[in-house]
């Protein structure tokens, strides 16, 4: 299949954009390459056409997939790519191994992908490829494994566009997480450590943190009352727009200081699978306490049916039991 780099470089600049994707697919229609056809197809279905048209189109790429997909991403699983997944045409995430990360770059020169999952043995491979200036595209990584070696083998990161981290189960410790909230993450607004078991020394680490992070997923994280009660006193959690503390086995303990403190940037909070009191429960239902709040999530946590009514009154089907 003939490629145009110059057009898909456009299209990793502006990786959002629908016009160069509608450019790179006319090149290739004139190049009577059945991929511009499924780019073009994959962008009108992204416009949400009417259901008449939308199964028409639907219908459409789903031949072209069968007839070319695996000629198209022949390149990419040769050198170990996986789970690819595919935006208007393009894929955009694939899955690596970490003894395959030297051919991330010519996969990054076929494809604009933005989106890496990596699963880390050593994690000091992926540190090594960070430093690629290909790696300035990535924007969501998601990696598993030897957090901390990958965490203490960072080295000035080409990390330019990196917008959500997610380390996803154990092998990072407090030490790894301090050394990863040192590197220059600049743009990093979504962090994910649910399951990482970081334990409240993991929590301690965000004290003298100064990225701007917004969204921050704790669920099964290992951290307790008194834990959590340090970390709501610090100015990071102040900025927080998006919090989950679900699964931590927390008390009303560990919420007293996210009623004193400066919250109210706080818009979505999730404490589901834990041992919260109505006591506490019905203190979210006033609406002058965390004013920006709102959405609860509270799924497995036992509640009297007056004070589900009173947190129903404030937020309506935005609180959700179950």
Request: aromatic share 6%; charged share 30%; proline share 4%.
């Amino acid at each position: 299949m003939k490629r145009n780099e110059q057009l898909l470089q456009v299209i990793a600049d502006r990786p959002d954009a629908p016009e160069p994707r509608q450019v790179y697919a006319d090149w290739w229609q004139e190049q009577n390459e059945p991929r511009g056809e499924f780019v073009a197809t994959s962008i009108q279905l992204a416009s949400r056409p009417n259901p008449a048209k939308r199964k028409q189109l639907l219908a459409k790429k789903v031949a072209l997939e069968r007839s070319h997909l695996s000629s198209w991403t022949a390149d990419l699983t040769k050198a170990g790519a996986s789970n690819l997944r595919f935006d208007r045409g393009f894929v955009i995430e694939l899955m690596i191994p970490e003894d395959n990360l030297g051919a991330l770059p010519s996969m990054m020169a076929l494809e604009p992908i933005t989106n890496l999952i990596v699963s880390l043995p050593r994690g000091t491979e992926l540190a090594k490829t960070m430093q690629a200036e290909c790696f300035d595209r990535i924007e969501h990584l998601r990696v598993s494994g030897a957090l901390d070696a990958w965490a203490g083998a960072l080295a000035k990161p080409r990390v330019a566009r990196l917008s959500a981290l997610t380390c996803a189960g154990g092998g990072l410790s407090g030490d790894g997480l301090r050394a990863l909230l040192k590197q220059d993450f600049k743009a990093l607004r979504r962090l994910s450590l649910s399951g990482s078991e970081i334990g409240d020394d993991g929590l301690a680490a965000f004290d003298d943190c100064e990225l701007s992070v917004d969204t921050l997923f704790l669920s099964r994280a290992g951290v307790t009352d008194e834990g959590v009660a340090a970390f709501l006193a610090s100015d990071f959690s102040m900025g927080l727009r998006h919090l989950s503390l679900a699964a931590n086995e927390l008390t009303d303990e560990a919420f007293e200081l996210l009623f004193e403190g400066e919250h109210d940037g706080l818009q979505r909070l999730e404490l589901s699978e834990n041992e919260l009191s109505d006591e506490l429960l019905v203190r979210f239902a006033d609406p002058e306490l965390l004013p920006g709040l709102k959405r609860l999530d509270l799924l497995r946590v036992d509640a009297s049916r007056a004070t589900k009514k009173k947190l129903s009154d404030r937020f309506g089907d935005s609180v959700k039991w179950g």
